[in-house]
């Protein structure tokens, strides 16, 4: 070895040394660009997802309608709006170039091509910061533009307005409703931008939540509300709910459990008779109300339609999924 060294000849063990340096630090870097094509594969799974998601897909038509007025009378109006299915398919793009440049980055650990490698590392960096700042934005939306579409839908979902935009529409679904309220200039408006609405509002508007109420509160409720029909079934609490989701009319409902002179009673204090016909269901006055509360009663108001709930809930798992990401693959 001092021979060796004193020819100015390379020790071979340094040599070894170097290559097996080399080695690690090619396999380290491998590594870090398959746990980057993972990364890359799970958003283009997440943000496959969020395009199939219902409340995602629903409240993107309810901002382009909010939105739809000020550039004009079509749909096609507002569709530069970023709303959080655009940030969606953003999302499944940036996805697809991480798993690209991910690629890169493994063919580069495979010889000398830093070129390649100079490429895969300013992609990814730039992925990263990309998936960060649109999750920032998605958690700006909940923030936001929820409100906003809570109020839109919370409109679409009024008794009055579903009716009177459904019969406007000629939706099939709307002649049950009987008398319709004349649709003025705002009605027309909302006719001209709305013309997937006999699809739309019924999906916004399946199901709601409840808030509970007192149980004393629920006879005054009654008579109070002038030209109530309240309407009687003998159905378990969650079927009482459903009949109430089932009709845009219905906003309040009891539930009394079964004693020795009753079965368990469902009562609507209002509703469409059209919808709720004999034998099952039958027409009871105000006053009578209390007689067939008698058993363990349990009352409700509605609240707020669940697509909003659901919304949020998306937006969240959406957010805090591409942070994740993002910082796995910084």
């Not at 953003?90 to 390649?116: D, E, N, P, W, Y």
């Not at 931008?193 to 006879?219: A, Q």
């Not at 378990?236 to 089932?246: E, T």
Request: hydrophobic content about 45%.
């Amino acid at each position: 070895m001092a021979k060796s060294i004193l020819n100015g000849e390379p020790d071979p063990d340094e040599h070894y040394e170097n290559d097996e340096d080399r080695w690690a630090q090619r396999m380290a870097a491998r590594a870090w660009a398959i746990l980057s094509l993972v990364v890359g594969a799970l958003l283009i799974i997440v943000a496959m997802f969020g395009t199939k998601s219902e409340a995602i897909y629903l409240m993107d038509k309810v901002v382009r309608l909010d939105t739809a007025g000020p550039f004009g009378s079509e749909m096609d109006g507002a569709s530069h709006v970023l709303t959080t299915m655009s940030l969606v398919q953003l999302l499944l793009f940036v996805g697809l170039l991480v798993v690209v440049t991910s690629l890169l980055g493994i063919t580069a650990t495979q010889g000398r091509h830093k070129c390649m490698a100079a490429i895969y590392a300013f992609a990814s960096a730039s992925c990263a910061g990309v998936m960060l700042m649109m999750s920032m934005q998605i958690l700006q939306r909940i923030q936001v533009t929820q409100p906003m579409m809570g109020r839109q839908v919370q409109h679409l979902c009024d008794a009055t307005t579903y009716i009177q935009l459904g019969s406007a529409l000629h939706c099939h679904w709307a002649s049950k409703y009987g008398e319709v309220p004349p649709c003025g200039a705002s009605c027309s408006w909302k006719v001209a931008i709305l013309e997937k609405g006999c699809w739309l509002m019924p999906e916004l508007c399946e199901s709601f939540s409840y808030d509970v109420r007192p149980v004393e509160n629920c006879t005054s409720t009654v008579g109070l509300a002038a030209g109530s029909q309240p309407l009687v079934s003998s159905l378990s609490s969650g079927a009482c709910r459903k009949a109430c989701d089932a009709d845009i009319k219905c906003k309040d409902f009891a539930h009394s459990s079964a004693t020795t002179a009753r079965p368990e009673v469902c009562l609507l204090f209002s509703g469409t008779v059209q919808l709720h016909k004999a034998p099952e269901w039958a027409l009871v006055q105000p006053s009578q109300v209390p007689s067939y509360l008698q058993g363990e009663t349990s009352c409700w108001q509605r609240a707020d339609p669940m697509v909003l709930t659901r919304f949020g809930r998306r937006n969240l798992l959406l957010a805090i999924s591409t942070i994740v990401l993002a910082l796995v693959l910084a």
